[in-house]
């Protein structure tokens, strides 16, 4: 979710106390710098997700909202979720979209024009995805506008 945050892990009781990173929405990945650069907190919140499936959790407490149980439901569930919607992002670069505006309201068309936070960073946190796994590049255009483009299949 961001870079600043934790959870706990009570491993004796099988708890784990989610702070913002296990909800049963999506959590909104944060932007935020760490030693002058960008991190990508949606790849983040993605490996956290792989450390969490070792455990056996018996109860989440989340940030927000009542205790659950699950935990790995819930994150193989959200896990999905983010996958689809990167595949979604890909989708809108593969068709046009370059800035972080139009892949937005591209994924997100009822927004229409409107800035929209929540979505713009989880456009951005797709992209992030995208690019580690080196099917995407960014770089500025000559207006000083990031541009994200589909990596060249080099033979």
């Known amino acids: ?72 439901g819930m994150i193989h569930k959200q896990m999905t979720r983010i996958l689809a919607r990167k595949e979604q992002c890909y989708q809108a670069i593969l068709e046009g979209a370059s800035s972080l505006m139009e892949i937005m309201l591209s994924m997100y068309p009822g927004i229409e024009k409107k800035m929209n936070f929540g979505a713009l960073f989880m456009a951005f946190g797709y992209v ?16 000083g506008v990031r541009r994200f483009t589909l990596t060249p299949i080099l033979e």
């Open 128 to 143: 992030d995805l995208l690019i580690a796994e080196e099917r995407v590049y960014d770089e500025l255009d000559e207006k």
């Open 1 to 72: 979710h961001c870079y600043s945050q934790y959870c706990f892990v009570g491993e004796d009781h099988k708890q784990v106390f989610g702070g913002d990173m296990l909800l049963p929405l999506t959590p909104m990945p944060i932007l935020e710098e760490h030693d002058g650069k960008r991190v990508p907190s949606l790849s983040q919140l993605m490996e956290s997700y792989e450390k969490l499936l070792e455990f056996n959790f018996k109860w989440v407490f989340p940030g927000h909202g009542a205790p659950f149980q699950d935990a790995s």
